[in-house]
């Protein structure tokens, strides 16, 4: 298998939500910023309903959700920016 066609099995089996423990090195694997920081966002209801119906779709918290689209959407503005 490629290099390439291994990244893209990856990233499908990671977006499916399927076990990719085959493809991680557990011995080195790290958090890069382990310290969470808080902080408060107030939405508006429809936005509240929206991340909860995304949420449950997905059989995850609407935090997990909150996190991971604006992680997206930071690497995605970084990448445009380099």
Known sequence: MSKQSAVEEFDRKF???EDISDYVDWS???RVDPEPKRVNVD?????????DNEAK???VTRQSV???WIA???EE????AA
């Open 57 to 59: 779709r997905l059989g």
């Open 66 to 68: 909150i996190k991971v």
């Open 28 to 30: 080195t694997a790290r």
């Open 15 to 17: 977006d499916a939500g």
């Open 43 to 51: 939405f508006p209801q429809w936005m509240v309903d929206s991340l």
């Open 77 to 80: 503005r970084r990448r445009s």
């Open 72 to 74: 997206d959407r930071l």
